[in-house]
């Protein structure tokens, strides 16, 4: 057994069934060890932000991690705003970095660079192979590392002659720490400020916005009348009729500002203080209202969900949670609107459903058309590294093959990682990836409006416009395997959408939505 | 005159007068002060990737560095592989990191990340601009820094407040040093190798690819018997009619272990001692032969053109250079081959051409058809991160927008920066681009069989087969723009290539090209 087929075989040991691959010619006998282990699922990108978006993906669905595979110095570099959006969301993954072998780095090949440099970047678990006979206990390791609470990026340096080498060994799977528990005596401190009475808002991350710590959110506030928000940008949100609908803080400051007036408590569970997404010439970073405690209740890398749980025993013991019920908009009409596509999303989101939500200033109505709608999964922009929509939305379909995968995807964003259909056609996933398109970076030119720049003129507009020339997507579409149409009212939208659902394998709508500004 | 203002009139005083720019809401100053300094020409594209390949593209042209504006640490990251490739290029170059407020970092804002260590990771000048009233002082030393021999990148992380601040100052622009000259004592030294009558090969890398340096360089080989090759992957090779025909070092290293067959010198000149690009199983990765000594004429940072002229006033002061004479191949007739399409772009290449190369195994004949064609200038893959070859397009038609430029792309390289397409519509450039596809990564093909990968099967080969689907680059490029049509024949070939020239603005040919293995 070489290392590299130790190396896959103990992933697969380790519940890591799955790599998304950009190979080169340092991976090659990874790529081929893949013979070996059947197992091993190979999904091919042709570009590495594809791959390491989709890893994120699949493990925010999965809840366990891929395996990435790629290609030196470089191909990390491409991969790496991904991973700063996985990163940002706690997700577990295995990067399976190709390296030249131990005794060709010396030479300063072209390909060669300070692979230590971006694994540091990602502020994880790192470490190189150095010997054949270790491949397999490294990869162990990294399992474990991956999956340490809250979850976090594992990068593995893999030399081509320590891939290549004899004598590789299968390592048995290494169980991750279990996350710290929250001792009572805290919890008894907060279960004392959500009940004072005093103005109070709990604010809910990484391991409670799921079904069980929204159960216990929801029972808390209806039996303390505190308030409970999740944060802006949560990985994984499970939403719909029969869970608690729960609102997210806003993206903008003011929205935040705004949600939290006069708060006197905040709570924080696997949450951060709320700051502003970015600085403003007069405006405050920190959205803590002036005068508000904060309060941990759970921080990352504890037990969040018992931790709340502990709390909802404490303080609402006999307290059920508030549910959503069914209801659904009507479906409208005439050309379509930023705020009419979204209705005809509500109107006919089917049962299962997982959003990759990148629509950015077009997805604003989607929070409210889409709460009554039966039970789904909302993954988000985590970082705030556009490009993750499509290839989040790659990763939930291979994670969950029997569900429906939809891709709320703006233009610009969209652009950045195009290439994701290309895989989605490969793999045949069903995913209908919907691109509002409005022709325009329209976010910017919000945030060309907020930061108060002055003096902006025709030069600075021309930068935020994508309609010279227009880009259709249909035909990229169609140039990469997915079938496409295009909708231009909401009738078309909800005849297309309907229709791709109703239909195996990838579909893409592009949908001629005007721009907010 | 705010920071931003003060920086890019300081970078049009210091003779930077593009900036290529992908910008975020933390850049909106810098975009807005563009209406104030329209000297500079901002030209947008839709992935960092793209604007950091055109910079390069850019600089390798117009003998002078351009600018970029990045979006903080993940924007810097999608830009990285061609930062690398500018790298191994030694590109001058500016890039504009734009940052949080530097009194917002401290909150770890979701976009936060490690600028810095990104930053060293290309092997350049890095400077954090902390002072509105300093910024202009930083960015003309920026120049002056990428403008330092041999070239290189210089990495300005402005963050928001400084650039959104009052008090900026313009700079006057900042001398580079001279490069440093090498003496008459090691000329003499050299002069007595290359006089030897030993068997001897003249490496000629940075600064002597050009017409100065390639003339010096075969009045030598004439002189005195040495032979001559190019390094594998030059930054500019000037080529054609009336200038010497210097063959390059080949990618293969049994390629270079011939080239090099009973060398007993080798001496460099803005070059490295060639080593294998990766390393292989139970070959070597020094590709110098055993009992050659290696001697510098000239190192990287040294007046390497005006070493190469010394030497040649010592050794070959009354020789002529021999000169390339005009040869075109015959068009070819029949379906296209990887031998043919290269035969007709030998037959129909214009005068002035730029070519960017980044063909892989389906370029392994253009070297042998063009050597007889009109003068031109081939642009090579430097770093060998794939994804170069459309950015270098973009930048090479921006500085030299009289000139046609010709990318050779292959079809698995072209989809990491495929928007590249979109910014030559924009731009309207003057950018013919012939997508060989042959539906593999063709060269991993290879690669898999000569790593010696045992064990390769189904799996494995599927993952070098783009095939499934096909990727159809006329529908791709028609969608972001650009006219194309696909060659199936020579005929066909030769009839749209000359079309697209004959006509101003971009042009896509498919060339159903088939794969070599």
Redesign the interface.
């Known amino acids: 057994m070489n290392g590299a087929q130790s190396l896959i075989r103990t992933l697969v040991d380790s519940g890591v069934e799955v790599c998304f ?1 950009n ?4 991976e ?2 990874f ?6 282990v ?1 197992e091993m699922r ?1 999904v ?1 990108a ?2 590495e ?1 594809v791959v390491t978006g989709a890893a994120d993906g699949y493990a925010r669905m999965a809840d366990r991690p891929a395996a990435t595979l790629l290609h030196l ?3 990390m ?2 991969g ?2 991904n991973l ?1 959006n996985a990163r ?1 969301a706690h997700t577990p993954m295995i990067n399976v970095i190709g390296d ?2 131990l ?2 780095k010396g ?5 060669e ?2 692979i230590d ?2 694994n ?2 990602t502020h994880g678990w790192n470490r190189t192979s150095t010997d054949t006979a270790a491949v397999g206990g490294d990869a162990a390791e990294a399992v474990a590392a991956a999956m340490t609470a809250p979850g976090r990026i594992a990068n593995l340096v893999l030399p ?2 320590v891939s ?1 080498g004899d004598g590789g060994v299968a390592a048995a799977p290494v169980a991750p720490p279990a996350a710290s528990t929250v001792d009572a005596e805290r919890v008894a401190d907060i279960a004392a400020v959500v009940g004072s009475g005093e103005s109070t808002v709990v604010l809910l991350g990484a391991g409670v916005t799921r079904e069980r710590g929204l159960l216990a959110a929801s029972r808390i506030a209806a039996a303390t009348g505190v308030k409970v928000f999740v944060e802006t ?1 949560p990985a994984r949100l499970e939403r719909g009729v029969g869970l608690p609908n729960i609102d997210r803080l806003g993206y903008l400051a003011e929205q935040v500002q705004w949600q939290l007036t006069d708060v006197k408590h905040l709570v924080l569970v696997g949450a ?1 203080a709320p ?5 403003y ?1 007069g405006k405050v ?2 959205l803590t209202p002036e005068g508000c405690r904060v309060h941990t209740l759970a921080a990352l890398g504890e037990d969040t969900a018992d931790a709340l749980d502990q709390l909802a025993a404490v303080v609402a013991a006999d307290t059920e949670p508030v549910l959503q019920q069914p209801s659904r908009p009507e479906l409208p009409v005439g050309e379509l609107t930023p705020q009419n596509w979204a209705l005809v999303l509500g109107a006919l989101l089917p049962e299962g459903a997982i959003i990759s939500d990148e629509a950015n200033t077009s997805g604003l109505m989607i929070p409210m058309t889409t709460a009554g709608t039966p039970r789904h999964d909302l993954l988000t922009l ?4 556009i ?1 993750q929509g499509l290839p989040v939305g790659v990763g939930a379909a291979v994670a969950c093959p029997d569900r429906p995968v939809i891709c709320l995807q703006s233009d ?1 964003s969209a ?2 990682t ?2 994701a259909l ?1 895989t989605m ?2 793999e045949n996933l069903n995913v209908t990836t919907i691109v509002l398109n409005n022709r325009a970076y329209a ?2 030119r919000m ?2 409006m ?11 507009n ?3 416009d ?1 309609a ?14 997915v079938p496409a149409t295009r909708a231009t009212t909401a009738e078309e939208l909800a005849e297309q959408f309907s229709r791709a659902l109703a239909e195996p394998g990838p579909h893409l709508i592009e949908a001629m939505v005007p721009s907010l500004i």
């Open positions: 691959a190979p080169g010619t340092s090659m006998h790529v081929a060890a893949l013979d070996a059947p190979g091919l042709l570009f932000g110095g470089p191909g570099a491409n790496m705003a700063h940002r030249h072998a005794y060709h030479f300063d090949a072209l390909l660079s300070d440099a971006l540091g970047w081509a002659d290549w940008f951060k700051v502003s997404f970015f600085a010439p970073s920190d985590t970082g705030g590294a490009g610009g652009m950045y195009i290439s290309w056609a490969r976010i910017l945030e060309l907020r930061v108060g720049a002055e003096g902006a003129g025709p030069v600075a021309s930068l935020l994508l010279k020339p227009d880009l259709d997507f249909v035909k990229i579409a169609e140039g990469m395997g």
